[in-house]
């Protein structure tokens, strides 16, 4: 750095100590390589604080959903029991023994205490679903961590060239993660049972606005313009694409779109709606139960214990199956299944409707990375792009999904 540099960053410094940071200093600054970098880092310190947050609060909901199903059973099937044990009592004593009458009505009591106590607390847990709130968590780590790769991996490769726009664009994907999955319960928990169906989105929507502004806001775009004006008049350089591989590309994305994203969204909607039966079940058979157990005895005969202790048996089993097996985790997993087939079909298509090849990711790299997202190899994905390329000539369906992943 030279005496002028070092004098004028010196008069920058002093100016703000005295006066406070102006908007030409804090425009200075913003503009600076070191400064981006360094908001980069700091992003990554946020990104890890984010991870360790989601992995607590993933530990915390899982134990939720095994203590408040083992509760709510143990209640359930306490309530059941005493029910059952009040028609013994009932038949044992007769109906004008006063010390049966006692018996009958304190059995009575706790049954109804114990069915309403597992109603109300199988609302709640109905509500929140916690095997699903678990789940997200994970996939919420999961993501954070992949996105703190990326952030690293910009700051080994580009180095010094960091951009204001690598440091906005991180941040949207931040605030996006965040959006997705939310960490407290009131005010901005997901709702879980939606009326339709809807894969997550967990990355920032972009338009063409925004990258005609980002473009606008980085100053080195127009250098990089003027490169690639350069390159392309001096040798014609492909990038790595070509019309096969473009073709193989828009093959494999109607694949996507009509395999294997329409699997999965109709799996997410058969388990959506196996849920909500559920849930709508188990506290309806529990509250069936609680008031048949205020009518056992004389007032409402055998019938009144036969339906409490078969409501509350069937309650238990409605439980345990809802979220014993963790209906909702599978649920969100379907969710979250369905968002990476409708990211990487987003990933293909602004890809392809690139019209300047420079300005892609390079051909080869892309076909390499949507391979093994899919769980394939490179012959594999051209296998598959023939297959669906004559399909389509034919009129006939491709008999393999996309993904050999999921």
């Known amino acids: ?17 005295l006066h406070g940071p102006c908007k030409s200093s804090a425009s200075a600054y913003a503009g600076h390589s070191s400064f981006a970098r360094a908001q980069l880092h700091a992003l990554l310190a946020s990104i890890s604080d984010r991870i360790e947050m989601h ?72 509500k929140i679903q916690p095997s ?11 993501l954070f961590k992949q996105l703190y790769s990326e952030v690293e991996s910009r700051l080994d490769v580009l180095g010094d060239s960091v951009t204001e726009a690598d440091v906005q664009e991180i941040m949207e994907k931040i605030l996006a993660l965040d959006k997705a999955y939310p960490l407290p319960l009131l005010g901005s928990m997901l709702n879980k049972f939606p009326g339709k169906f809807e894969p997550a989105i967990w990355w920032p929507i972009s338009s063409d606005e925004d990258d005609n502004q980002a473009k606008e806001r980085d100053p080195s775009c127009e250098e990089r313009e003027k490169i690639d004006d350069l390159l392309k008049n001096a040798i014609q350089i492909n990038n790595g694409w070509s019309e096969e591989l473009e073709i193989e590309m828009r093959a494999v994305l109607q694949v996507l779109k009509r395999k294997d994203s329409e699997d999965y969204i109709r799996l ?18 529990t509250g069936i139960a609680a008031l048949s157990s205020v009518l056992m005895g004389p007032t409402g005969g055998p019938w009144a214990a036969l339906a409490a202790v078969a409501s509350g ?8 199956f809802e979220h014993g097996c963790q209906v909702g985790m599978v649920v969100e997993m379907y969710r979250n299944c369905a968002g990476f087939f409708r990211l990487l079909e987003e990933s293909i298509e602004s890809t392809l409707v ?39 000539d034919y009129g006939t369906n491709v008999d393999e999904f996309a993904s050999k992943l999921f």
């Open 1 to 17: 750095m030279s005496a002028e540099e070092n004098q004028a960053g010196c008069k920058m410094v002093c100016n703000e100590a």
């Open 55 to 126: 992995d607590n609060i993933c530990e915390q909901r899982n134990n939720w959903n095994h203590l408040l199903l083992s509760s709510i059973n143990m209640m359930t099937l306490t309530a059941t029991t005493i029910s059952g044990l009040s028609v013994i009592v009932s038949a044992l004593g007769g109906p004008t023994t006063s010390s049966s009458s006692s018996a009958l009505l304190a059995l009575k009591l706790c049954s109804a205490l114990l069915f309403s106590a597992a109603t109300g607390m199988s609302l709640v847990v109905n």
């Open 132 to 142: 699903q709130l678990a789940e997200e968590q994970r996939n919420s780590v999961r």
């Open 268 to 285: 997410g909607n058969l388990a959506l709606n196996i849920n909500k039966a559920l849930a709508i079940s188990g506290p309806l058979l």
């Open 313 to 320: 048996a069937m309650a238990g089993a409605v439980n345990s």
């Open 354 to 392: 690139e019209r300047e090849v420079q300005r892609r990711e390079n051909g080869e790299m892309f076909r390499l990375k949507v391979a093994l997202k899919l769980g394939r190899s490179l012959s594999q994905l051209r296998d598959l792009a023939r297959k669906s390329t004559s399909s389509r």
